[in-house]
């Protein structure tokens, strides 16, 4: 009987010095899962964050495509204005030459009127001598 009093007791003992750690593990698990529980809320506010950001690339990339549209329309208009003033530039030595020969053909004309004009004074100066006498 003492022995098994004995045993008991120890078993006894045993129990009470599960049941004195039991609260010691139980708030390490509590602070585990607290930990647990805070890692989680992190990633789902990263999820969060990202998914955000998912939804606004679409928008900015339609963005991006719209502003390089518009350079492109704008580099070809300029382009084309580029052309323009190349033909100009290429027409004005033409357009100088034809001046210069119409400037030419009318310094021609007015020396022939003023050899005109001079003979006419000869005449006149003639008549006038014959008028006289």
């Known amino acids: 009987m003492n022995l098994r ?6 078993d006894n003992h ?3 010095l599960r049941n004195h750690q039991f609260p010691q593990a ?3 698990l509590h602070q585990k899962n607290h930990q647990l529980n805070l890692r989680n809320h992190r990633l ?3 999820n969060h ?16 495509h719209q502003n390089n549209h518009q ?3 704008r580099n070809h208009r300029l382009h084309l ?16 030459h034809r001046l210069h020969q119409n400037n030419h053909q ?3 004309r007015n020396h022939r009127l003023h050899l005109d004009n001079h003979q006419l004074n000869l005449r006149n100066h003639q008549l006038l001598q014959v008028s006289h006498r």
Not at 5 to 10: D, I, K, T, V
Not at 49 to 55: I, Y
Not at 84 to 90: A, G, I, K, P, T
């Open 106 to 108: 009318l310094n021609l």
């Open 49 to 64: 964050q990202l998914n955000l950001r998912n939804h606004q690339l679409p928008q900015a990339s339609h963005r991006l």
């Open 5 to 10: 009093n004995h045993r008991l007791h120890l």
């Open 81 to 96: 204005d580029n052309h323009q003033l190349n033909l100009r530039n290429h027409q004005l030595p033409q357009a100088s």
């Open 71 to 73: 350079l492109n329309l």
């Open 44 to 46: 789902h506010l990263d």
């Open 26 to 28: 139980s708030h390490r």
């Open 14 to 16: 045993q129990l009470n």
